[in-house]
């Protein structure tokens, strides 16, 4: 069976559609892995020890493991616990988690790099130490890693991929629909990489520039 | 916790704990003889080269791996490559990885002080010389570590041929999951087997590491 792309204009509209899924999925998780770095930073550095301690050992694993393992346990199991979630919001949760553990481990290293002194002297002009981390340390931190966390965003881009395994509709789900029909595995994969490819190259122009700017403005 | 069931299935989990083990070995071996090439091409003096070596870094790194791993499981029998599952696996994964094992080599390479290769050439060593006999030994002590790194992430990433069913852990997890709805239980066995894994590589790399530094 030979090569034929011109087949490839009539099932656009699919691969569209899977695309603008891709980009949604990759926006919403990344912004979860943001927020949730944080928060995940926070918590392995300054909560009692006893939720310190079993929280690093879950996030030692989650690194430890593949994302597709985790992606079956998160869609799966919230179903076994009773938690009946659709695919496209285990999959975001799924990824959005992920992520936020590797995120949590750069954020947790520019916190303990930024300067003692900026909390101390948060603390004396009277910032609870709370507001203190929250006002005067994290910002300073997250402008730090906004760089290696852009290579984490760009990363869970082609990770969200995997979701099309646990049955979510984006891009490589919307091929692999099209190439059920058409059975023309070669065009429409060729296609959907050509896509990811594209949305990388528009994230990687992205980062610089906000690398730009940051670099500007210290 | 159903620790009958685990204690049940747990063989199988170990079997293929085995063949992600394979998978990754042929895989890190071929990453690393891609990767090789790639900064031969990237340093080559052709421009030509120079460029389908940074053309293979971008393209590879750029997409999914898991739509290189179907476009050549799928894709390839349309262009005449037939190839089972499990060598579309570590010839997908392979070629993947030594996209990112190109960076970690070339960066390796380019951060050896330029005066050293001025003074190799300098003293009569060709180009070739200088790379081999004063540049490589310097920068393979600096790539073992980010190398070690590229390793962790290309275990994980065997996970992937799960979806063009090779019967690896992750496969198998997700065969027991769908059969037993023991999601959790499957996950923990799956989980320590990648975790041992993933230790004696990275304690194998810190070892390693250590032994070759000069200090």
């Known amino acids: 069976m030979g090569l034929d792309f011109s087949i490839i204009p009539k099932h656009l509209d699919i691969i569209l559609l899977g695309c603008a899924w891709t980009i949604g999925i990759t926006v919403v998780a990344a912004i979860i892995s943001f927020f949730g770095g944080i928060v995940f930073a926070v918590i392995a550095l300054y909560a009692p020890w006893i939720i310190r301690q079993p929280f690093r050992l879950v996030a030692w694993v989650f690194m430890g493991t593949p994302l597709l393992l985790q992606l079956f346990l998160i869609y799966f199991g919230l179903v076994q616990i009773g938690i009946d979630l659709p695919a496209f919001v285990a999959g975001v949760i799924g990824l959005g988690l992920h992520f936020a553990v590797y995120n949590s481990e750069l954020i947790q290293t520019a916190i303990l790099s930024v300067d003692k002194g900026q909390m101390e002297a948060a603390r004396t002009v009277g910032l609870s130490r709370g507001q203190a981390l929250r006002k005067v340390v994290i910002p300073q931190a997250v402008r730090a890693v906004i760089p290696p966390i852009g290579n984490n965003m760009i990363a869970l881009l082609k990770d969200s991929a995997l979701v099309s395994v646990i049955g979510v509709s984006e891009l490589t789900l919307s091929a692999q629909r099209v190439i059920g029909k058409t059975y023309r595995p070669f065009e429409f994969y060729i296609l959907a990489a050509a896509f990811y490819y594209v949305i990388n190259l528009c994230m990687e122009w992205v980062q610089r520039k906000i690398e730009r700017r940051i670099s500007h403005s210290r | ?215």
Do not use: H
């Open chain 2, 1 to 215: 916790m159903d620790i009958d069931l685990m204690l049940k299935v747990y063989p199988f989990f170990l079997e293929a704990a085995g063949l992600t083990i394979l998978l990754s070995i042929l895989t890190a071996i071929l990453g690393l003889f891609c990767g090789i090439l790639g900064v031969a091409a990237r340093l080559s003096r052709f421009a030509f080269i120079r460029f389908l070596g940074a053309a293979y870094v971008s393209v590879f790194r750029g997409t999914p791996a898991l739509i290189q791993l179907f476009i050549l499981y799928f894709g390839g029998p349309q262009i005449g490559i037939q190839l089972d599952a499990f060598e579309a696996g570590v010839i997908g994964l392979g070629v993947n990885a030594g996209a990112y094992m190109t960076e970690t080599i070339r960066g390796a390479i380019i951060s050896i002080d330029k005066g050293q290769r001025e003074a190799a050439r300098t003293l009569g060593l060709s180009n070739w010389q200088a790379m081999y006999k004063i540049i490589l030994p310097q920068a393979a002590r600096l790539m073992v570590r980010p190398l070690g790194v590229n390793l962790n992430m290309l275990i994980k990433a065997t996970a992937l041929v799960a979806a063009i069913s090779v019967i690896e852990l992750t496969y198998t997890a997700q065969r027991y999951i769908g059969s037993t709805y023991k999601p959790f239980e499957m996950f923990l066995l799956a989980g320590v087997l990648y975790m041992i894994i993933i230790y004696v590589v990275g304690r194998g790399v810190t070892w390693l590491d250590r032994k070759v530094q000069i200090t």
